[in-house]
T-cell receptor, first 114, second 115 residues
Framework: NAGVMQNPRHLVRRRGQEARLRCSPM?????VYWYRQLPEEGLKFMVY????????ESGMPKERFSAEFPKEGPSILRIQQVVRGDSAAYFC????????????FGPGTRLTVT | DQQVKQNSPSLSVQEGRISILNCDYT??????FLWYKKYPAEGPTFLIS?????DKNEDGRFTVFLNKSAKHLSLHIVPSQPGDSAVYFC??????????????FGKGTTLSVSS
């Protein structure tokens, strides 16, 4: 009974590099959400995707951030030209569609920008 | 502008006693409320939810109470156990479309249960 999987668990990037975070939802789940947690803060919604579609990206920064959930393979959150302020824990969650309000989270990717 | 607020950053309780975690919200249109538990270096774990049309939901040791007029909900844990020590997040959601929507989280309350 595999849960939501995220990799890598830890990622270190220098300023200006690209970061790619991957998320595989729970089996049978076709809805994926990305959240970011800054130090001493709660989780903040970034983007909601279904297969091949971005449903809601109202929480995504306008520049440098993008997300996709292809027909095959994991969901990818991509951050281009990272800055120190991007250092945070990034969590992916999935839900089955029914009981849409219950989201199941992965262990997160901790991004450190040096 | 925080729509979901957890005003107590921390709570300490003795094992066997009741833990009460509180949450306030500002948006009267929220239709589901949820509680998550989070251990360090792990993702949040779903605990319990409540629809806005109900005032109580119970699951084992966990009970959530909703007071819509006060825009307040609380999570009761009875009896508290040392393994309950974690950060607890309150979250709320709006029914925007048929299939899903974002969760809006509070900043969390750190619960410490001593034996």
């Amino acid at each position: 009974n595999a849960g939501v999987m995220q990799n890598p668990r830890h990622l270190v990037r220098r300023r200006g590099q690209e970061a790619r975070l991957r998320c595989s939802p729970m089996k049978g789940h076709s809805h994926v959400y990305w959240y970011r947690q800054l130090p001493e803060e709660g989780l903040k919604f970034m983007v909601y995707l279904q297969k091949e579609n971005i449903i809601d990206e109202s929480g995504m920064p306008k520049e440098r951030f993008s997300a996709e959930f292809p027909k095959e393979g994991p969901s990818i959150l991509r951050i281009q030209q990272v800055v120190r302020g991007d250092s945070a824990a990034y969590f992916c969650a999935s839900s089955p569609g029914t009981r849409w309000y219950e989201q199941y989270f992965g262990p997160g990717t901790r991004l450190t920008v040096t | 502008d925080q729509q979901v607020k957890q005003n107590s950053p921390s709570l300490s309780v003795q094992e066997g006693r009741i833990s009460i975690l509180n949450c306030d919200y500002t948006n009267s249109m929220f239709d589901y409320f949820l509680w998550y538990k989070k251990y360090p270096a792990e993702g949040p774990t779903f605990l319990i939810s409540i629809s806005s049309i109900k005032d109580k939901n119970e699951d084992g040791r966990f009970t959530v109470f909703l007071n819509k007029s006060a825009k307040h909900l609380s999570l009761h844990i009875v009896p508290s156990q040392p393994g309950d020590s974690a950060v607890y997040f309150c979250a709320a959601t709006l029914y925007r479309n048929r299939s899903g929507t974002a969760l809006i989280f509070g900043k969390g309350t750190t619960l410490s249960v001593s034996s």
